[in-house]
């Protein structure tokens, strides 16, 4: 029912920024909750930032607070990750994810549609 493709990982330096993006695919885009998940060598996948089907609500996890900002433009089926003042504790596989339901939830197992992942490294 919906595709979702990340892109804008690589490699930066600390203290640097980074902005990733997520199209997903099909007409109801603006009906799902959306959130980015990161997944650290040897670390199970986590919570980074979420976002309300309307955009009016966004969550974001302890270590991203403050860093991150997540957002959405659902007229191009988009939403988006700005990533600053990263760290090497930052780099992880990012993973889009969504669901069918306006609020936005920390699990992952409240999320049905899952993208294939984007690599970011941040360097020492």
């Known amino acids: 029912q919906v595709q979702l493709v990340e892109s804008g990982g690589g490699l930066v330096q600390a203290g640097g920024s980074l902005r990733l993006s997520c199209a997903a695919s099909?007409?109801?885009?603006?009906?799902?909750?959306m959130g980015w998940f990161r997944q650290a060598p040897g670390k199970e996948r986590e919570f980074a930032a979420g976002?309300?089907?309307?955009?009016?609500?966004?969550s974001y996890g302890d270590s991203v607070k403050g860093r991150f900002t997540i957002s959405r433009d659902n007229a191009k089926n988009t939403v988006y990750l700005q990533m600053n003042s990263l760290k090497p504790e930052d780099t992880a596989v990012y993973y889009c994810?969504?669901?069918?339901?306006?609020?936005?939830?920390?699990?992952?197992?409240?999320?049905?549609?899952w993208g294939q992942g984007t690599q970011v490294t941040v360097s020492s």
């Open positions: 976002i309300s089907a309307s955009g009016r609500m966004t």
């Open positions: 994810a969504a669901r069918p339901y306006s609020a936005v939830v920390t699990s992952i197992r409240g999320y049905d549609y």
């Open positions: 099909g007409r109801t885009f603006s009906s799902y909750a």
